[in-house]
């Protein structure tokens, strides 16, 4: 799955958002899971392949 991080950033997988933002991979895992609210502040949830393509067209203006 892949990974929005504050809305704004679209990941393809985890470990790769974590290791970009410096995060520790375990606890970004357990906030895309609900069990916490943020990692040092980040908010992040998993995105199926629908909704990260929808939210990639979004995030590039809808072009294409």
């Known amino acids: ?4 991080v ?3 950033f ?3 997988s985890a470990p790769k958002a974590a290791k970009d933002i410096n995060l520790n991979l375990s606890n970004l895992v357990m906030v895309c899971n609900g ?3 943020n990692v040092k ?3 992040a949830r998993y995105l199926n ?5 929808a ?5 590039k203006g809808g072009k294409e």
Do not use: C, Q
């Open 55 to 59: 939210r990639l067209a979004e995030l």
């Open 35 to 37: 069990k916490r609210k």
């Open 10 to 12: 679209l990941y393809e």
């Open 49 to 53: 392949r629908e909704a990260a393509e």
């Open 1 to 4: 799955n892949s990974v929005l």
């Open 41 to 43: 502040g980040h908010t």
């Open 6 to 8: 504050d809305r704004t």
